[in-house]
């Protein structure tokens, strides 16, 4: 690798040697290890790019050569270094809570998809000032436990003003926002599910489309049917966006054979799959968004992650943060789940929390950490990305940084 960088003027805040790393995961595929990794290892960031990666002996000589005089050093201290998370699916921005419904569902009730009702209410009535100040602070709960890029949903609107609010109100925090006017028919159209997709390929689709980059639909039992999403899809195609999928959560169903006709980015929860699902996704371009916080939040079966990765398909894993069905925002939590239930190695679950989620976002500039790319770095006070899943529900997150520029995290407040 070079360790040339090209010359002009330099950003000091978001330049620096990050060196003293014990295990670099960069995701760069190398000697049949996908995640890239490199042991002894440095990163060198300039002007919030990756500039250079390699081992630290090498990168030493590089500066005292004179490459980069009196570039600011970061020891990492023998911890392991992972590229940021790539959350590639969130419901962040609603009004209300649903504690008890969750308190009802772990004594026994079953969840079904209707409770999205409840929210849809409570975000009606809530004001773009107090959605703002919510959203902000699952923003900031998300970067202090290293998540660096996250996408965002509409869905608890569900009319044409509340949807465009919150697509607006998402697009000041993310350039990934979804409108997920297809999540349940909405309470007043209730008996109707045709008409109301009619307002959600008109009207609201207009309404949200300068501020959203994708659209998604719910293709599920008591959400919509394949023929329902596949028009709200083919809408939002026709209206310049790249498509997604929620389908086969709760059930088998359509929406994974959909989401690959329709060259979807992806399709997320894929939890009940028939061979067919399994063969049509391994031989497409979607990505397999696994949500396994919704299966521990829903006392539901997991997905089936090692039949997926044996078949040869391309797994994320994110987070589906919202109030009623995986009110979490943690990527390490999911990765312990992912490890511990689903059957994935530990870098297998590293590789799609990260990498994997880029791809399930079609970008290239996030998800590895490679010459070029956004320095989007979580250092873990832990000697390697293993203990992610070794040690669950431990903060190890240390240090973030976004773009080169360093967040607050819970060990650096
Ligand atoms: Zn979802």
Redesign the pocket.
Known sequence: MSTSVPTGATDAAKTFLLTGIGELTTNVAADGDPCGTVHDAAVLVRNGRIAWTGRATDASEALASGAEPGVRIVNAGGRAVIPGFVDS???LIFGGDRAEEFTARMAGERYAAGGIRTTVAATRAATDDHLRARLAALVAECRAQGTTTLEV?T?YGLDVETEARLARLAAEVTDEVTF?GA?VVAPDHAGSADEYVDLVVGDMLRAVSSHVRWI?A?CEEGAFTADQCRRVLEAGRAAGLGIRV?GN?LGFGEGVRLAVALGAAAV??CTFLTDDDVIALAGSDTVATL?PG?EFSTRQPYPDARRLRDAGVTVALAS?C?PG??FTSSLPFVIALAVREMGMTPAEAVWAATAGGARALRRTDVGTIAPGTRADLVLLDAPSRVHLAYRPGVPLVRRVWKDGEELPTAATP
């Open positions: 699916h969130t419901h949903k869905g997920l999540h998604d719910f929620h959560q997320d929860h949500l919704v589906d919202n069905s995986s």
